[in-house]
């Protein structure tokens, strides 16, 4: 489901956008879509990511939600935008 609804945001920023546009899109989505694919790997990872230490695991349900919420943050973003104006 999430690589359905990703490849429609890819699909409509080529249709409205063109090809450079729609490739930053897709580039965008990797890490949503790793987040909701393999969250008990991530959610175990510990170590330093840029330059801060991570010393304890996450729960994986919250690195799956998180990749949800990302995966969908364009269009409430553009919702919010909309609704505005």
């Known amino acids: ?5 990703a490849a429609s945001f890819v699909a409509a920023a080529y249709r409205y956008s ?5 490739f930053k899109w897709a580039m965008f989505y990797v ?14 990872f510990t170590g330093s990511l840029g ?3 991570i010393t304890e695991s996450s729960p ?3 690195v799956y939600a998180a990749g949800w919420v990302i995966l969908f943050l364009p269009a409430i973003m553009g919702a919010i935008v909309w609704v505005r104006s």
């Open 31 to 44: 890490l949503p879509l790793a987040l909701i694919w393999f969250p008990d790997e991530l959610a175990n």
């Open 18 to 22: 063109g090809d450079e546009n729609a």
């Open 1 to 5: 489901m999430s690589l359905i609804v």
């Open 60 to 62: 994986p349900g919250c």
């Open 51 to 53: 330059g801060q230490p």
